[in-house]
């Protein structure tokens, strides 16, 4: 690792050299570039130069440790070991820091939530996920914008898509997708009792044109009236499309715009999305079982998360993590479950080698 971070360091120092340049300001394309890659290499540096400098500390601590005497001895023992536990820390953060990169980690994300089991309830627990992760991108900072949604007869969603842009995006939604399941009393129930209802969340890596050639002759475009609200034209123009993809029968539906021209951009912006995710999966030899992996059935026993509204819980079933604090986990409070998948990846990939 100790080589690696001299070649970075190197790196770094060049990337500096060639961003004071002036004549890379004529080329933005390459400033950006070049930008970017400061950016990553700097976490990296100043905690290199961290680890360095500590653990030259430790070996000052050390040495004084054997010849100091009384209170000097135990104050050079706090130092050697507050070192001792800067030098683990900086290790491991560096060690994740060179781990590879994730293909997607650049990349912004396209989220699907649907309705599964459960009826209504399960289209009114979708639009909770949805209000959920509009909060959270807020709290991160991240763009959101509403791609499309199929509203239900009671306020719910059938079906709702949206894109997030911004940093660690991929990171940490990608976590997200799986079927999600709840446990509370319906509205639509008069006594009271508690019913078990889910919905799948489906996490897309967004696909530029050039990430994914369709050919035109494998669509099979539909438009339709639209349904639903919406703006003057709904119910009084086809505006809505259904785009098919012949050759791997995916369809992508939209009709939230009011032009047939904005919907069908739209769904081919998805359609891009799934099929690439889709190719990802298959170049990983698991296609089909990956994505059943992420949505599954929908059904009640399958399940990467529970809501409890009645004890307030909200509990992950992947890391074993439970939190008393559902009311804030709906208002867009991640953070502290977010955090605890993405540690949980870390550590598998880094006993993993991965």
């Known amino acids: 690792m100790l080589d690696r971070l001299e070649a970075l360091e190197r790196e770094f120092a060049d990337v500096e050299n060639r961003m004071a340049d002036p004549a890379i300001h004529e080329r933005p394309g390459a400033y950006a570039q070049l930008a970017k890659r400061h950016k990553e290499l700097e976490a990296i540096v100043e905690r290199s130069r961290e680890l360095r400098e500590r653990n030259g500390d430790l ?43 994730d293909e997607n980690d650049d990349r912004n994300v396209i989220v699907e939530i649907r309705g599964a089991e459960g009826g209504e309830e399960a289209n009114l627990f979708a639009r909770d996920l949805f209000e959920m992760y509009r909060a959270y ?5 991240w763009k959101f914008e509403l791609l499309g949604a199929d509203a239900s007869s009671m306020g719910g969603y059938s079906d709702v898509s949206f894109l997030l842009e911004g940093d660690d995006v991929w990171t940490r939604m990608k976590h997200e997708g799986g079927p999600h399941r709840v446990q ?11 019913h078990t209802s ?7 890596p967004e696909a530029d044109e050039v990430d994914v050639q369709i050919d035109p002759n494998d669509l099979q475009i539909d438009v339709y009236r639209s349904s639903g609200p919406g703006g003057q034209s709904v119910n009084t123009t086809d505006s809505a ?3 098919t993809h012949k050759p791997t029968g995916v369809v992508v539906s939209m009709q939230d715009e009011k032009s047939q ?3 069908r951009a739209r769904a081919l912006q998805v359609l891009r ?12 030899t698991a296609a089909s079982d990956a994505r059943r992996d992420q949505v599954g059935g929908g059904g009640r026993s399958e399940k990467i998360r529970t809501y409890n509204f009645k004890e307030n819980r909200v509990s992950d079933h992947r890391i074993n993590l439970t939190l008393y604090k559902l009311d804030k986990v709906l208002a867009g409070e991640l953070d502290e479950v977010s955090d605890a998948l993405v540690q949980d990846e870390q550590t598998r990939r880094l006993t993993s080698g991965v």
């Open 198 to 204: 889910s919905a799948t969340v489906t996490v897309l």
């Open 137 to 141: 991108a807020g709290r991160q900072g």
């Open 184 to 194: 509370r009393v319906p509205v639509t129930e008069a006594q009271g009792r508690i």
């Open 273 to 284: 999305s799934r099929l690439l995710k889709a190719e990802q999966e298959r170049q990983a």
């Open 261 to 263: 021209i904005q919907n």
């Open 241 to 243: 499309v259904r785009i």
């Open 59 to 101: 070996d000052t601590a050390r040495q004084l440790l054997t010849e100091a005497t009384g209170a000097e001895r135990e104050e050079m023992r706090a130092e050697a070991e507050a070192a001792e536990a800067d030098i683990e820390r900086l290790t491991r953060e560096l060690q994740i820091r060179l781990l590879p990169k």
